[in-house]
């Protein structure tokens, strides 16, 4: 998985409660990024980082935020979950420097009740 | 590792035939191509890129074949084995573009 963790691997929680997901990589890479999968819709973006303290919004961020203080560490925080954001949530990873080629972490299942 | 149980078009091939999946992308402007592929209960995994530049790219036992003028690529596996079960999805961007775009995925699976 290309030196990408990601903590929890799984969790259960309750509807309200406040969730944070945490990726870590030893690569160095300046991008990273949060998707979440879900049957019928394949990967999509929820926000991605292109540097320390830059991050951006992609396709489905709302109800999600995230914080990125470290090269290494990219955090995605559901404020208050709901169970539309029972899913699985991969975080990925680039460098850019050569290719555009996004690299898996092995993702955390989240279900919320 | 994690998967999620996707409704997909599945590709069922016998052990040591030769197997091809098929992806159609949707934005002219796109210049690299990705194909990936996702085991059960694991994050999608790099297979081989394409730019486009080029029409065909091979790897250990995979092609990747580009057709700009109708806007498809297609994954070749050569002599597929067990192990190549999976689901696999290509992934289209332009460069500068920070986004990927993934398609839905095939399913494929080796009878043995």
């Known amino acids: 998985d290309a030196g990408i963790t990601q903590s929890p691997r799984h969790k259960v929680t309750e509807t309200g409660t406040p969730v944070t997901l945490r990726c870590h990589q030893t690569?160095?890479?300046?991008?990273m990024y949060w998707y979440r999968q879900d049957p019928g819709h394949g990967l999509r973006l929820i926000h991605y980082s292109y540097g320390v303290k830059d991050t951006d919004k992609g396709e489905v961020s709302d109800g999600y935020s995230v914080s990125r203080s470290k090269t290494e560490d990219f955090l995605l925080t559901l404020e208050s979950a709901t169970s539309s954001q029972t899913s699985v949530y991969f975080c990925?990873?680039?460098?850019?420097?050569?290719?555009?080629?996004?690299?898996f972490g092995p993702g955390t299942r989240l279900t919320v009740l | 590792g994690e998967s999620v149980g996707l409704h997909l078009p599945t590709l069922s091939v016998q052990e040591g035939d030769n197997s091809i999946i098929n992806c159609a992308y949707s934005?002219?402007?796109?210049?690299?191509f990705i194909w990936y592929k996702q085991e059960s209960g694991k994050g999608p995994q790099f297979i081989i890129d394409?730019?486009?530049?080029?029409d065909k790219r091979q790897g250990q036992r995979v092609t990747v074949l580009l057709n700009k003028t109708v806007k498809h690529l297609s994954l070749q596996i050569a002599a597929t084995q067990p192990g190549d079960s999976a689901v696999y999805f290509c992934a289209e961007t332009r460069h500068g573009n920070n986004r990927l775009a993934f398609g839905k995925g095939n399913q494929v699976v080796v009878i043995p």
């Open positions: 990925a990873i680039s460098d850019r420097a050569d290719t555009d080629t996004q690299y």
């Open positions: 690569e160095n890479h300046r991008y």
């Open positions: 934005n002219s402007a796109s210049d690299y």
């Open positions: 394409i730019r486009s530049n080029m």
